[in-house]
């Protein structure tokens, strides 16, 4: 093992570093990962604190903007949001009801071109045994 200095992490902690491991193959690194399933990781309790401070932050702030922003009262504004959501499901219904169509008309074109490859295959099957029963003949 040779010496090859030391590191300085992003928090000021130094840490010594070793060529050797520097050598290792991508596939040892990926044997040692395999082994450490997160399931048994250990979790990192303090970054998952932070995060989920800084979603509540949010969401109390964007809550508070909103509240102050409002174009206009709370029963004006619940009325507008009620009928947005009834447009929206008018619009859901109307895209739904076209989707519908659009897969039984897609569906009916394709038995028909299903049905005419269908005919088209016994119509070349009876040639082809019409040509071979002449052949036969002859």
């Not at 290792?24 to 082994?35: E, F, G, I, L």
């Not at 039984?104 to 005919?119: D, E, F, I, K, M």
């Amino acid at each position: 093992m040779s010496y090859a200095g030391t590191t300085t992490t992003p928090l000021g902690r130094r840490l010594r570093r070793d060529r050797t491991e520097e050598t290792h193959s991508a596939t040892d690194a990926a044997k040692h990962d395999a082994d450490r399933t997160p399931a048994t990781r250990a979790p990192r309790w303090k970054s998952l604190g932070l995060l989920g401070t800084g979603i509540a932050i949010g969401a109390l702030l964007g809550a508070g903007t909103a509240l102050l922003l409002a174009p206009a009262s709370g029963v004006a504004t619940r009325r507008r949001l009620a009928r947005g959501a009834r447009r929206a499901g008018f619009r859901a219904n109307d895209a739904w009801a076209e989707l519908g169509e659009s897969l039984r008309h897609r569906g009916s074109r394709t038995r028909r071109s299903l049905r005419r490859r269908a005919h088209e295959g016994r119509w070349a099957a009876e040639r082809l045994r019409d040509r071979g029963a002449a052949l036969r003949e002859w």
